[in-house]
């Protein structure tokens, strides 16, 4: 099992995960699985309302859970056998850090359910989580990465060690991958943005006729595996429901937004980002505007809407519940049984495994330090580079 995971190691470490979206190359025997607004999972139970983020081995979605009348996040993971083995890992852990936590008072994502669900690319292991807010690198983006005020670092920070602490007292488990990403916060920081609370209505294929409806339209979308704007599923709910009741739905036309997304395909402000980018780096470089000739009026228009936007942006971090839980563990493992040396992102990646040394739980206290300091000043603490003579993974820290 060892040469497996450092093979899945290696294959998440060979690129920085920067573009819009997972592409459709690894949409193929062995890889992703196609998933649609509407489809359904486990005999009906989970029906997709939206895609919620990519990594290299999966994909994650927001689901309704018809069973119990609730949101879930639902990771598809590839079909390939080593991806499968590694998700088969990840699932031991997951059960043991739920069973350990009845109560669930320790600051760790819950696993709610896991099965195999089958398609034209293979068969793909699927868990569900518990539905989460945005994870803590939306929240520095909220600050303009100028840095949360210290009194909600202090709380983010309790309560992250309240995660470890129990990772790794009571069960022996080291994450290896913790950063900003894999630390989401219970509840979405705009509540416009919740499912929930917006009062969003559910996508449920209850019928043949709508499903087909809903496939149509995501069709027309910007991706075929159900990446939509906000008004593409808006429009896309409306149809669904006229055809339904007997209408023709032809009246409702199909519009692009301009909302800003991050690198790695998912809105800025998408809540329960169980995975972004599992080994990569999110490519934080400012990005700047390119305008047309004769545009003054619409510059002008465009910095004010700018600075009405960060202004919102401000009152909604001041208010955000800063309560979180540490997610993602496809790459962890066992103080007493490890799968490879090769660990963590290379921003928050510790002394011992950049020199090839035993690791062990301060591996982690190592990549929380470096999140501290990326919550309070909004820049990461190490920033690793190529250079003429040594690889950015060689960088040695002590400068």
Same mark, same amino acid.
């Given at each position: 099992?060892?040469?497996?995971r450092?093979?899945?190691?290696?294959?998440?470490?060979?690129?920085?995960?920067?573009?819009?979206?997972?592409?459709?190359?690894?949409?193929?025997?062995?890889g992703?699985?196609?998933?649609?607004?509407?489809?359904?999972?486990?005999?009906?139970?989970?029906?997709?309302?939206?895609k919620?983020?990519?990594?290299?081995?999966?994909?994650?979605?927001?689901?309704?859970? $018809?069973?119990?009348?609730?949101?879930?996040?639902?990771?598809?993971?590839?079909?390939?056998?080593?991806? @499968?083995?590694?998700?088969?890992?990840?699932?031991?852990?997951?059960?043991?850090?739920?069973?350990?936590?009845?109560?669930?008072?320790?600051?760790?994502?819950?696993?709610?359910?896991?099965?195999?669900?089958?398609? %034209?690319?293979?068969?793909?292991?699927?868990?569900?989580?518990?539905?989460?807010?945005?994870?803590?690198? $939306?929240?520095?983006?909220?600050s303009?990465?100028?840095?949360?005020?210290?009194?909600?670092?202090?709380?983010?920070?309790?309560?992250?060690?309240?995660?470890?602490?129990?990772?790794?007292?009571?069960?022996?488990?080291?994450? $290896?991958?913790?950063?900003?990403?894999?630390?989401?916060?219970?509840?979405?920081?705009?509540?416009?943005?919740? %499912?929930?609370?917006?009062?969003?209505?559910?996508?449920?294929? /209850?019928?043949?006729?709508?499903k087909?409806?809903?496939?149509?339209?995501?069709?027309?979308?910007?991706?075929?595996?159900?990446?939509?704007?906000?008004?593409?599923?808006?429009?896309?709910?409306?149809?669904?429901?006229?055809?339904?009741?007997?209408? @023709?739905? /032809?009246d409702?036309?199909?519009?692009?937004?301009?909302? @800003?997304r991050?690198?790695?395909?998912?809105?800025?402000?998408?809540?329960?980002? !169980?995975?972004?980018? !599992?080994?990569?780096?999110e490519?934080?470089?400012?990005?700047?505007?390119? /305008?047309?000739?004769?545009?003054?009026?619409?510059?002008?228009?465009?910095?004010?809407?700018?600075?009405?936007?960060?202004?919102?942006?401000?009152?909604?971090?001041?208010?955000?519940?800063?309560?979180?839980?540490?997610?993602?563990?496809? /790459?962890?493992?066992?103080?007493?049984?490890?799968? $490879?040396?090769?660990?963590?992102?290379?921003?928050?990646?510790?002394? !011992?495994?950049?020199?090839?040394?035993?690791?062990? @739980? %301060?591996?982690?206290?190592?990549?929380?330090?470096?999140?501290?300091?990326?919550?309070?000043?909004?820049?990461?603490?190490?920033? %690793?580079?190529?250079?003429?003579?040594?690889?950015?993974?060689?960088?040695?820290?002590?400068?």
């Amino acid at each position: 099992m060892e040469s497996t995971r450092k093979e899945v190691r290696s294959e998440s470490d060979d690129e920085d995960y920067t573009s819009e979206d997972e592409g459709t190359e690894d949409y193929r025997r062995g890889g992703y699985h196609t998933v649609q607004i509407g489809d359904a999972f486990k005999s009906g139970r989970y029906v997709i309302q939206s895609k919620l983020g990519w990594g290299h081995f999966s994909t994650v979605w927001l689901a309704w859970d $018809t069973l119990n009348s609730r949101y879930v996040a639902l990771k598809v993971q590839k079909s390939a056998q080593h991806y @499968t083995e590694a998700a088969m890992d990840e699932i031991k852990i997951l059960k043991q850090i739920a069973e350990g936590d009845p109560d669930d008072k320790n600051s760790v994502v819950k696993l709610l359910d896991n099965f195999k669900h089958s398609g %034209p690319n293979g068969q793909h292991v699927c868990m569900v989580f518990e539905y989460l807010g945005d994870n803590l690198l $939306t929240l520095i983006k909220y600050s303009d990465y100028k840095g949360l005020p210290l009194h909600m670092v202090k709380e983010i920070c309790y309560h992250i060690l309240m995660g470890l602490d129990y990772l790794h007292r009571q069960l022996s488990i080291i994450h $290896t991958d913790l950063k900003p990403e894999n630390v989401l916060l219970l509840s979405t920081i705009d509540p416009s943005k919740d %499912p929930v609370k917006s009062g969003t209505p559910l996508v449920v294929a /209850n019928s043949a006729k709508e499903k087909s409806v809903v496939h149509s339209v995501v069709s027309k979308g910007k991706s075929s595996n159900g990446d939509l704007t906000k008004n593409q599923k808006k429009k896309m709910r409306k149809k669904a429901k006229r055809v339904a009741n007997g209408g @023709t739905g /032809n009246d409702i036309v199909e519009e692009t937004d301009q909302d @800003t997304r991050t690198a790695n395909g998912v809105d800025v402000d998408t809540p329960g980002v !169980e995975i972004l980018n !599992e080994q990569g780096s999110e490519d934080r470089s400012k990005v700047s505007l390119s /305008n047309g000739d004769g545009v003054k009026d619409g510059l002008e228009e465009k910095k004010g809407r700018r600075r009405g936007s960060r202004s919102m942006r401000q009152k909604l971090l001041q208010s955000a519940n800063v309560k979180c839980k540490l997610v993602d563990f496809g /790459n962890a493992c066992w103080t007493y049984k490890q799968f $490879t040396s090769d660990i963590q992102t290379r921003q928050y990646r510790c002394p !011992e495994v950049l020199l090839g040394s035993k690791y062990s @739980t %301060p591996a982690d206290l190592w990549s929380f330090a470096c999140i501290c300091f990326e919550l309070a000043t909004g820049d990461v603490l190490f920033d %690793p580079h190529t250079g003429d003579n040594f690889d950015r993974d060689e960088v040695c820290i002590f400068y």
